[in-house]
């Protein structure tokens, strides 16, 4: 049965065409992410522009503009200062004291994680693809996340809850192995979670037919988590029977159009700077010398019948440049408009912008982050819960390797009523002092911050930087008041 379901997971995957699509569109966004643009760009120049992408390519005319990436740094703002984290109890909000057991190893898991950098990637990816996919992993002596792009996930959905990750068939996830013994490059493999119709999981390293390509990673191919450990995380609801979100295929297009523009734009400022030199007429030899191209330049002498004739002239193309900067100017504002940010925000020159402008684009900024911050909880809930299931299993099987005698890292247990809760830190804005002052007096006082939550938002260091620099100020202070 389980051959069986590989077999149609391999197919499934091929036989929709739509799937098919958007997978190419979320794999071409993930390279613009990455701010690689030169085979997406290369195919749609040569789809719009069949001749002239021939002349781009051998003079290496191109040029890049990194919207996608610009875009989705600009619209991240849940993660731009570093979070902190605390554990509660299920059914309570009281934090668990550092010395739990459950607090310790979390805080051992955390720094491997890096979690500010992860928060921060995992939002970029989501911001430009509309979905991607975290999973715990265990690598090596601990767990990392390991973040995928749709694109390297596959799955054959679950007759019932066909939206449902955790009720799925198969869910495989892409292996780009390194290369093989002889240094030539191994085809990608797919960790493929399972589930039967008796319930039963497995865990399966498989090729792109489905086709199983080594011993199981466990006995029996059994998965020892007892779940699929995975998280989709997006921003809106995905659309019914679905797990993930449509690409957004109007910023691929968007970004495919001003790489164009760009290019055409600066491949023809290269014929503008340099005229083309026509010569026209019957050209006769110098004294002494022979008939040849006509050279340019101080010391050369070019020769024809008659000035009536004969002649050269050096021409220029008409460029309509002004035409073309209007055009990407055109898109760039657009673009900024679609996702409620001010038509400049893209702008390529330097716009001047009064108070009033700055807290109005800080006010959307703020209008997202606080949109999001409760979709962010509830899907780190569930990636916690996830890491919580992977690292308790290997807490096990490091238990059971010690007892045969092999020495491995040993691992505490997270207790399974313990539950993650995220505490997001604002960004101080752009405010008049003054008034920003006494606002802050106001919430420090009736108790909406803290002296160690203003320094987090003004300085992005963790809860305890920021409480470490909020006591050696106070000391400071405390010096100071005492030699005066």
Known sequence: MIDHDLTLWARYSKADGDMQRWQGEWAALERYLQDDHAADTLEAARRAFKMSSVAWNQEQ?????????????????TFDVAPSTYLVRRGSEDPLPETDPSVVQWRIDEQRLNLPAWGQDIELRVTALATAVSVPTWVGDGIEWLTYSPSDVRVLPGSQRPGD???????????????????????????????????????????????RTRAPLFEGGANPYACLPAVAWSWEMPR????????????????????????????????????????YGQQIAPPGGKLSEVAVGPGFEANFQDRASGGMEFVSPNLNSEEHRATIESLLQKL????????????????????????????????????????VQRLLAQQFAAHRAVGNAWAEIASWLAGQGISVPSRSRIADDVEIRLEVVERAGVE???????????????????PVELEMGRAGTTRAEAAAAVARREADNANVNGVA
């Open 61 to 77: 005319s191109w040029v890049y503009l990194p919207l996608v990436r610009m875009l989705a740094k600009r619209m991240s703002v």
């Open 165 to 211: 990750l955790q009720a799925a068939r198969v869910v495989g996830f892409r292996l780009r192995l390194g290369p093989g013994a002889d240094g030539s490059p191994q085809a990608d493999q797919w960790l493929c979670y399972t589930l039967d119709e008796h319930g039963q999981r497995g865990l399966w390293q498989v090729s792109e037919e489905g086709m």
């Open 240 to 279: 019914r029977g679905s797990w993930w979100c449509p690409p957004p295929s109007s910023l691929l297009a968007s970004q495919r159009a001003v790489n164009l523009d760009m290019t055409d734009l600066h491949h023809g400022m290269r014929f503008n700077a340099h005229p083309v030199r026509v010569r």
């Open 336 to 375: 900024a408009v679609m996702n409620g940010l001010p038509p400049d925000a893209f702008a390529t020159y330097s716009p001047v912008r009064n108070l009033g402008a700055m807290q109005e684009v800080k006010a959307e900024l703020q209008r997202i982050r606080v949109q999001r911050r409760p979709i």
């Open 432 to 450: 008049d002092r003054q008034s920003a002052a006494q606002s802050t007096a106001i919430e420090i006082q009736t108790g909406q911050t803290s």
